[in-house]
């Protein structure tokens, strides 16, 4: 007689999906004849009619197999394909000097009109191999290509490889058994990523001027951008290393991550010199490197699990140092309160700054010959938080159908600068530190650095941006399983009412909120002008299950 062993091929899947997303945005605007507040000519009236549309087509397709190789080793292999196209498409119409009583832009006596139009497409292709070993020790690797409508006309394609390994020592036989350990997991991953440039940062580009010869006046054309034929991606590599575990009946969750990213390639404007004869003054390239590392954790807790009670907590924290690596060749730069310099952190706060302030004469007011200041420019600190920490409170009530939900957070290790009061104490003249007798003496101290010092250096206003604040109030009620059949012939009814930002703050920042940016921030920083705190949410929702 004979046996054969018969172990299946396996088996293929493919799926594709086309979509498009849409949004259309109206903005008005409108201030009637003799109704707007007397600031130039806007009690002559005006009507603003701006619209916007944007348009996102996409299109995926990938199929996968799958095999069982041996007993002990699966297999699954991916490949697929996407393409994107986004669209930017907006119009912009004003009408100004309404007659009394007119509400369109076309009852303008002087009118204008706009039209921005921008799109980017990328083709995208990827190939990923995953494989298991017992369901103890998973490997994946893959590829995937990217070509780019914004790329330089010499670039391509670029590609970005990953591979990933995760390994549940836990499970070998050769691992010691404890009671109170579930799961351990060791991993591993390394990949890169990319980050286009804008639109038309790669292409040369020209307005009409005027030229005049012997023969006189003539039509001619002038660069406005001279364009990057070698323009790339910014590039970013990233290696982690992880462990995960679980403990006394999943009542213990952990995850620690260590991360050391490096962005190459970074997007720098590089100042031309004026005797190129353009009016460019600056061009996109591919010129400096970042280094971001840190660590990542998340623990949650169950501590209580009973049908009348329940109380679980979670903690999610992480740590980073940001730091230009290098710039190119480039020498350092940047404007009066922020600077690119190898060895410090991207967008870094740096000003002259109040070496020292002494209440000399003891009449409560600080006078010029009573501060020093710094003779350089010097670093402040970092403009993004290097510690960040949230705290998640949740109860369980009546066999788990009411729960309360909090969080707070905490973020750390940054300056913001306070822009707003700078201002008001440098231009405006109505800031605490200049005409409150009651103010501290460092603001009067920052006051008089702004205004009376030969540096009018802004470096006092560039505080500690620390802060805790209770980000998030919740309430949930799901209904017995018994209402949903009977009042809606369903399966599941629950509701949830959510608030966020509710103004519990706790900061030595004495701005409006270290966390008001604004649209007019400074960079990619945190900077507040004339910016509101972030505001309050409050959220109902009402899921029905059927």
């Known amino acids: 007689s004979m046996t054969a062993n018969y172990r299946p091929l396996g088996?293929?899947?493919?799926?594709?999906?086309?979509?498009?997303?849409?949004?259309?945005?109206?903005?008005?605007?409108?201030?009637?004849?003799?109704?707007?507040?007397?600031?130039g000519d806007n009690r002559l009236g005006f009507k603003r009619d701006n619209r916007t549309n944007f348009y996102t087509y996409t299109t995926n397709g990938s199929a996968t197999g799958t095999r069982q190789l041996t007993d002990v080793l699966h297999s699954s292999t991916t490949v697929g394909v996407q393409f994107t196209r986004s669209i930017f498409d907006g119009n912009t119409a004003s009408g100004t000097q309404l007659s009394p009583g007119a509400t369109t832009v076309?009852?303008?006596?002087?009118?204008?009109?706009?039209?921005?139009?921008?799109?980017?497409?990328?083709?995208?292709?990827?190939?990923?191999?995953?494989?298991?070993?017992?369901d103890r020790l998973f490997v994946t690797a893959g590829v995937r290509s990217d070509r780019n409508s914004a790329f330089g006309a010499n670039f391509k394609t670029v590609f970005y490889p990953k591979v990933a390994v995760s390994w549940v020592a836990s499970d070998e036989s050769f691992?010691?058994?404890?009671?109170?350990?579930?799961?351990?997991?060791?991993?591993?991953?390394?990949?890169?990523?990319?980050?286009?440039?804008?639109?038309?940062?790669?292409?040369?580009?020209?307005?009409?001027?005027?030229?005049?010869?012997?023969s006189g006046d003539l039509p001619?054309?002038?660069?406005?951008?001279?364009?990057?034929?070698?323009?790339?991606?910014?590039?970013?590599?990233?290696?982690?290393?992880?462990?995960?575990?679980?403990?006394?009946?999943s009542?213990?969750?952990?995850?620690?991550?260590?991360?050391?990213?490096?962005?190459?390639?970074?997007?720098?404007?590089?100042?031309?010199?004026?005797?190129?004869?353009?009016g460019a003054t600056s061009r996109l390239e591919n010129l400096g490197e970042v280094s971001n590392k840190g660590w990542e954790a998340l623990i949650t807790a169950q501590l209580v699990q009973r049908d009348a009670f329940g109380w679980d907590i979670g903690f999610n924290g992480s740590t980073n140092v940001n730091e230009i690596v290098s710039l190119g060749g480039l020498p350092s730069f940047g404007g009066s309160t922020q600077q690119q310099r190898e060895g410090y952190p991207l967008?870094?706060?740096?000003?002259?700054?109040l070496s020292a302030y002494d209440d000399a004469n003891g009449d409560g007011i600080i006078t010029l010959n009573e501060i020093s200041v710094s003779d350089t420019a010097t670093y402040i600190g970092a403009p993004l938080p290097k510690y960040e920490l949230s705290f998640n409170n949740g109860f369980d009530f009546w066999q788990r159908r009411v729960r309360?939900?909090?969080?707070?957070?905490?973020?750390?290790?940054?300056?913001?600068?306070?822009?707003?009061?700078?201002?008001?104490?440098?231009?405006?003249?109505?800031?605490?530190?200049?005409?409150?007798?009651?103010?501290?003496?460092?603001?009067?101290?920052?006051?008089v650095m702004v205004r009376e010092s030969t540096s009018r250096s802004t470096g006092g206003f560039i505080e500690d941006g620390?802060?805790?604040?209770?980000?998030?109030?919740?309430?949930?009620?799901?209904?017995?399983?018994?209402?949903?059949?009977?009042?809606?012939?369903?399966?599941?009814?629950?509701?949830?009412?959510?608030?966020?930002?509710?103004g519990i703050l706790w900061t030595k920042y004495s701005g409006v909120d270290p966390e008001a940016f604004g649209a007019t921030g400074t960079g990619s920083a945190s900077s507040e002008f004339q910016a509101f705190a972030p505001p309050s949410y409050y959220a109902v929702r009402l899921s029905l299950g059927f």
Not at 106 to 134: I, W, Y
Not at 175 to 192: C, E, H, S, V
Not at 478 to 496: C, D, K, M, N, V
């Open 175 to 214: 691992f010691p058994k404890y009671g109170w350990l579930d799961q351990l997991r060791l991993r591993t991953a390394y990949g890169a990523s990319g980050v286009q440039p804008g639109t038309i940062d790669a292409v040369p580009y020209y307005s009409a001027s005027t030229t005049r010869n012997e």
């Open 347 to 353: 967008n870094g706060w740096w000003a002259k700054t």
């Open 220 to 249: 001619a054309l002038v660069f406005n951008a001279l364009g990057n034929a070698n323009l790339k991606p910014e590039r970013s590599t990233e290696l982690e290393l992880g462990v995960d575990g679980t403990f006394w009946n």
């Open 404 to 447: 309360v939900g909090a969080m707070i957070d905490y973020k750390g290790g940054f300056k913001s600068y306070n822009n707003t009061e700078r201002i008001r104490c440098a231009s405006r003249l109505n800031c605490s530190g200049l005409i409150n007798p009651g103010s501290s003496l460092f603001e009067q101290a920052r006051t």
């Open 106 to 134: 076309s009852s303008g006596a002087v009118k204008t009109a706009g039209e921005t139009t921008s799109e980017t497409r990328t083709l995208g292709g990827f190939v990923e191999e995953q494989m298991a070993l017992r």
């Open 11 to 39: 088996w293929l899947s493919a799926r594709g999906d086309v979509g498009l997303d849409y949004i259309n945005r109206l903005d008005t605007q409108i201030c009637r004849f003799g109704e707007c507040p007397n600031n």
């Open 251 to 278: 009542r213990l969750s952990t995850e620690i991550t260590y991360y050391n990213k490096s962005s190459k390639d970074a997007l720098i404007s590089r100042g031309l010199p004026p005797s190129i004869g353009t």
């Open 466 to 502: 620390d802060f805790i604040r209770l980000r998030e109030l919740n309430l949930t009620f799901t209904a017995p399983e018994q209402w949903a059949a009977r009042y809606l012939h369903g399966r599941s009814i629950s509701a949830t009412l959510d608030a966020r930002n509710l």
